[in-house]
């Protein structure tokens, strides 16, 4: 579902572009647990297999992918907290 | 007229860049061209990883705590002074009694603090070796325990010392085998993703030596409520698991201050990762786990950038470009039982590449645990 263009707007963005340790997933879990139901949290993300591993925590934790979008030097995955 | 730097946080960040700086910018503190203020909540420094220690009654909490004056340079002002807000603007900082004191360039370094209540249960039903008290109350309850399940669970994500949870379970697993109980006892680790550590190379080194060690793994498990009086612990993605023990990595936060300053969300300083400045802010740098720069919440990223802002605050200073940059070093040693560890280092560039446990590595460990204090100092 990688497009190159975002199609709604995030409420919050969590940057973990270079991100080392202990990653983009960890840090986009985070920011989960801490906004409300219905928030659409954006992460930036230079790590391809984040837009794998993204959709697959989301599928087994509830939460929506709504958006995986290609930006050239980093994905921005959009995730809907259901 | 003195150039007023402060520095707000009195940890590994905070106390290697004071001795950085007084060592940078002697003269001119000497001339009273500059002054240097470290501002901590407290009178003492405090080494956190010796908790992990304190569990299994290999070290006490005093092992990790020092007055901050026997540590720092005699040329660097030190106010036991909790500060309560920042007014980035007009360069103010607020202390919890009242007082303003006006800064020049301001470092905050603020660190990390354990917030446990975002999960219902937790603090009733839930240890933790995070803490002085919480070591202490972990390792006298380990001592009582005749057997059962212990559930290690790391919830808090971002957290200090991203390598202790596992540290923990090893040295649980070898401290028991060694006192010929292990049998006694069924251990569990659980991770909020799908593999065991947040870093791919290292959940790749851990996974096959958990499996050997007879340590059951729960993947996907990002803890949601606790329940004491029933022992179970149970994920937002729907598992529940039974405990006799329930060890925890709770949620962390940073400083009210950083939110309320405009800094940074979540008590987190929005800071280029390379130059360590906050962003929109040219007078203002943020270090260690205070700072979003995507590297370990870990003393050593912590002494590392330190380094960087010591240099780039003299450069500054004498009105010369700064040029210093954090690469993302970061060092761990990660203990694997009693008495092996292995040695990770990695930055921006360069994931980590665990190598072979060995006695050596671990009694490197801590030699290097009994040496901070030179760290600290700004010597090592």
Redesign the interface.
């Known amino acids: 579902m990688t497009t190159n263009q975002t199609t709604a707007e995030a409420d919050t963005t969590v940057d973990a572009r270079n991100a080392t340790c202990p990653g983009p997933l960890m840090d986009l879990i985070s920011e989960i647990r801490a906004v409300d139901t219905g928030t659409v949290v954006a992460l930036l993300s230079d790590a391809e297999k984040s837009t794998t591993e993204v959709q697959e925590w989301a599928d087994e934790s509830g939460n929506e992918v709504t958006d995986i979008v290609d930006e050239g030097d980093h994905y921005r995955i959009q995730v809907r907290k259901l | 007229m003195t150039e007023h730097i402060a520095i707000v946080g009195g940890g590994t960040g905070g106390a290697v860049l004071a001795n950085n700086l007084a060592e940078e910018l002697d003269a001119e503190i000497d001339a009273g061209d500059v002054s240097v203020t470290l501002f901590n909540d407290g009178p003492d420094h405090v080494y956190k990883p010796v908790w992990l220690y304190v569990a299994f009654g290999k070290r006490e909490p005093a092992d990790g705590r020092r007055p901050l004056r026997d540590l720092v340079d005699d040329r660097v002002d030190i106010r036991d002074a909790y500060v309560a807000d920042v007014d980035p603007v007009d360069k103010r900082l607020s202390l919890a009694d009242g007082e303003a004191v006006d800064y020049d360039r301001l470092v905050v370094a603020t660190g990390s603090q354990l917030d446990p209540d ?1 999960v219902p249960g937790l603090v009733a039903g839930g240890h933790h070796f995070y803490g002085e008290d919480g070591a202490q109350a972990l390792r006298d309850e380990l001592l009582a325990m005749d057997g059962g399940h212990v559930v290690l669970s790391v919830i ?3 957290h200090m010392c ?1 390598a202790a949870p596992l540290e923990f379970v090893f040295m649980l697993d070898d401290w028991l085998r060694e006192r010929g109980r292990r049998e006694d006892f069924e251990l569990t680790y659980t991770y ?3 593999r065991v ?4 190379q ?1 959940a790749e080194w851990a996974d096959p030596r958990l499996a050997e060690r007879d340590i059951a793994t729960e993947t ?1 498990f ?1 803890a949601e409520a606790v329940d004491p009086e029933a022992e179970t612990i149970t994920s ?3 598992t529940e698991l039974d405990y006799d023990l329930l060890v925890a990595i709770p ?1 962390h936060t940073g400083s009210d201050l950083i939110e309320s300053a405009g800094l940074g ?2 008590g987190w300083v929005d800071v280029d ?1 390379h130059t360590l400045a906050a962003t929109g802010f040219d007078d203002i740098y943020a270090i260690g786990d205070a700072a ?1 720069t ?3 919440k870990a003393g050593s990223a912590a002494h590392y950038q330190a380094n960087v802002v010591a240099q780039r605050l003299a450069s500054e200073v004498r009105g010369q470009p700064a040029t210093a940059v954090y690469d ?1 070093k ?1 060092l761990c040693f990660i203990e694997t039982g009693m008495d092996a560890a292995t040695f990770v280092e ?3 560039e360069h ?2 590449a665990p190598s072979e446990p060995t006695q050596a590595m671990h009694w490197s460990k801590l030699a290097y645990n009994e040496s901070y204090w030179l760290t600290a100092r700004g010597l090592l």
């Open positions: 975002q808090g994500t971002p991203p909020p993703i799908m550590h947040g870093n791919e290292i996907m990002n937002m993605e729907g949620p969300e979540g990762q979003q995507g590297v370990p993302g970061t990695f930055d921006y994931p980590p």
